[in-house]
């Protein structure tokens, strides 16, 4: 295996696969305000496939490579720092947050997923944008 070939493609499958669950997450909530509860359920499963593939890449990537450092120096590594520390956090929190979520629309417990729903989806939503600006950031800004 070549340590050269691996590491320059990894990080944008990784960002592409968190950018699907993305687009599918939207749509799913596009789906649920118009009622369309099948619809809303195939792309909120989609969306978690997508998310753990992503999570195995992303595994894969960390055991298997060194971490990429981020190059830039003053008021940008301390944005970086700041949008990648709360892309950690909330990412780590997110991850029971969508199975329990899932697991109450399953049961159809429907009240108390909408209300779990309405913290699980925005913040799955901001770990999928900061997961992208920290890609970008850290690929080609320095
Ligand atoms: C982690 C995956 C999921 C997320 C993030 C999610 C997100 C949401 C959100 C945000 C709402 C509230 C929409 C609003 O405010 O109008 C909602 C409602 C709903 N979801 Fe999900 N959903 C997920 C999975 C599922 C699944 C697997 C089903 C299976 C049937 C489902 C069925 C429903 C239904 C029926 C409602 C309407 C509840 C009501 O109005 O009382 N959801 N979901």
Do not use: D, E
């Given at each position: 295996m070549t340590t050269d070939f691996w590491p320059t493609w990894l990080p944008l499958l990784n960002a592409i696969l968190i950018g699907i669950s993305g687009i599918f997450l939207l749509t799913g909530f596009y789906f649920i305000r118009r009622q369309q509860v099948a619809y809303h359920q195939r792309c909120m499963i989609t969306?978690?496939?997508?998310?753990?593939?992503?999570?195995?890449?992303?595994?894969?990537?960390?055991l298997l490579f060194e971490t990429k450092l981020f190059a830039g120096e003053g008021l940008v590594r301390v944005a970086y720092l700041g949008i990648l520390g709360s892309h950690m956090v909330l990412a780590v929190i997110v991850g029971p947050l969508v199975l329990v979520t899932i697991a109450l629309a399953l049961r159809r417990s429907f009240t108390r997923h909408r209300?779990?729903?309405?913290?699980?989806l925005p913040m799955w939503l901001y770990v999928v944008a900061?997961?992208?600006?920290?890609?970008l950031m850290l690929h080609y800004l320095a």
């Open positions: 969306a978690t496939v997508f998310a753990a593939l992503f999570l195995v890449v992303y595994v894969t990537r960390a209300r779990l729903a309405r913290i699980t900061t997961g992208w600006i920290v890609y």
